[in-house]
């Protein structure tokens, strides 16, 4: 785990023990050490619902993945939104018992701005290639900026 290039998370045992690489830094900021150690749910509080997906993957040994996911990470001073694509796996004992899970995950949020930037300046040219005048180009641009969000 910790000579992966990538943040990669170990969540351990019935209480989802959580540690982590150094690379979980890089997205969490200097909360990833604060989590290391902790049961999921004294870690990760404010996102239990996705403890429940962990459990899953222990109870039925099926992987999981999600692609540009919403989150809002309480970095302590602010709270900001990030977009990961995380792919999740159990871990097996010697005796083929899933003791937890294994994943990584992968920071997306510029892939996510860049598209949403792209839609919005696609709608912007659409939406104005054809105005009369100044006051319609300007409602015009106006709608667009209303529908980007």
Same mark, same amino acid.
């Given at each position: 785990?910790?000579?992966?290039?990538?943040?990669?998370? *170990?969540?351990?045992?019935?209480?989802? &023990?959580?540690?982590?690489?150094?690379?979980?830094?890089?997205?969490?900021?200097?909360?990833?050490?604060?989590?290391?150690?902790?049961? =999921?749910?004294? !870690? =990760?509080?404010? /996102?239990?619902?996705? !403890?429940?997906? *962990?459990?899953?993957?222990?109870?039925? #040994?099926?992987?999981?993945?999600?692609?540009?996911?919403?989150?809002?990470?309480? %970095? #302590?001073?602010?709270?900001?939104?990030?977009?990961?694509? =995380?792919?999740?796996?159990?871990?097996?004992?010697? /005796?083929?018992?899933?003791? #937890?899970?294994? #994943?990584? /995950?992968?920071?997306?949020?510029?892939?996510?701005? !860049?598209?949403?930037?792209?839609?919005?300046?696609?709608?912007?040219? %659409?939406?104005?290639?054809?105005?009369?005048?100044?006051?319609?180009?300007? &409602?015009?641009?106006?709608?667009?900026?209303?529908? !980007? /969000?």
């Amino acid at each position: 785990m910790n000579s992966a290039t990538i943040p990669t998370f *170990l969540f351990w045992g019935a209480d989802l &023990i959580v540690m982590c690489n150094k690379h979980c830094s890089e997205t969490m900021g200097p909360l990833w050490k604060q989590s290391v150690g902790k049961p =999921y749910k004294d !870690a =990760y509080p404010d /996102q239990l619902e996705y !403890a429940k997906i *962990l459990l899953d993957v222990v109870d039925t #040994g099926h992987s999981i993945s999600f692609n540009k996911q919403i989150t809002f990470l309480d %970095k #302590g001073d602010i709270l900001e939104e990030k977009y990961f694509s =995380y792919s999740g796996h159990p871990i097996y004992n010697g /005796q083929g018992i899933i003791e #937890g899970t294994i #994943g990584q /995950q992968y920071d997306v949020t510029d892939e996510v701005v !860049a598209e949403r930037r792209i839609k919005m300046l696609s709608s912007l040219g %659409k939406n104005t290639t054809a105005v009369k005048d100044e006051n319609e180009f300007w &409602i015009k641009c106006m709608e667009s900026l209303e529908a !980007a /969000q």
